[in-house]
């Protein structure tokens, strides 16, 4: 009668332990059986046994209160260690789902920092842009390849960069496209010819300058383009 007192009992703590803590999901501390058992003696009292048969009672009694703490602690750690689980999972799902979320917004923010993509139009515009003005046929002949040299590059400190250029699109006027070799004494030619013009941006005119820049930028493009 007795075991199967202490064994419900134990058996009642544990479950009303473990549905209270299923709802909170937060650790449990187990009892210790001097709380449920009362005094020194369990449920008995007193300070010793008055016979040899309660004292083997009491001494049964005190093994299934161990037996019961035992298992009332083992079950404790059971449910402890699957809260601890539990609540690592959730951390792990809402660190994921903060991650994801975080970069959802990245890309939006990207997005409207971007603004709306552009057209085929507006790309072929915009390569357009930065193109340098084709070369007329006055200043450039089609047929012979000869060029109307602007006044600021006439002078002699121009004279053999003229030289060099002058005799590749003579060559690129009689079959079409210039050589590797020409286009590239051509772009050597006509950088030397800017970096020397922007050695005189302070003495000339400004408007001579310019048009002088951009001839020779207009020259370079027009070695890698087919003669009209």
Same mark, same amino acid.
């Given at each position: 009668? @007795? +075991? *199967?007192?202490?064994?419900l ?12 803590? $299923? &709802?909170? !999901?937060?650790p ?6 001097g ?28 093994? @299934? +209160? *161990? ?13 402890n260690?699957?809260? $601890? &689980?539990? !609540? ?24 409207a ?16 842009v ?6 007329s046929?006055?200043e ?7 060029i ?38 051509t ?8 970096a020397?013009?922007k ?26 383009q087919?003669?009209?």
């Amino acid at each position: 009668m @007795m +075991r *199967s007192s202490a064994f419900l009992a134990v058996t009642a703590v544990l479950v009303c332990f473990t549905v209270a803590n $299923a &709802q909170t !999901n937060t650790p449990i501390t187990p009892p210790s059986g001097g709380n449920y058992y009362g005094g020194g003696y369990g449920v008995y009292g007193g300070g010793h046994a008055s016979t040899a048969a309660e004292g083997r009672l009491r001494g049964m009694g005190d093994v @299934m +209160r *161990s037996a019961g703490q035992a298992n009332l602690n083992n079950s404790a750690a059971a449910i402890n260690y699957s809260i $601890a &689980q539990r !609540n690592q999972i959730e951390n792990r799902e809402a660190w994921t789902h903060s991650y994801f979320q975080m970069r959802q917004a990245n890309r939006a923010y990207r997005a409207a920092e971007r603004g709306p993509a552009a057209t085929m139009e507006q790309m072929v515009r915009f390569a357009q842009v930065g193109k340098p003005k084709p070369l007329s046929a006055g200043e450039v002949d089609p047929v012979s390849g000869s060029i109307n040299w602007p006044m600021l590059l006439q002078g002699d400190d121009f004279a053999d960069q003229r030289a060099e250029v002058e005799k590749a699109f003579a060559k690129r006027a009689g079959s079409s496209m210039m050589s590797e070799d020409d286009f590239m004494k051509t772009r050597e030619a006509t950088e030397e010819m800017a970096a020397n013009l922007k050695k005189k941006i302070r003495d000339v005119p400004s408007y001579k300058y310019m048009q002088s820049k951009k001839f020779i930028d207009s020259l370079a493009y027009a070695a890698g383009q087919p003669a009209s």
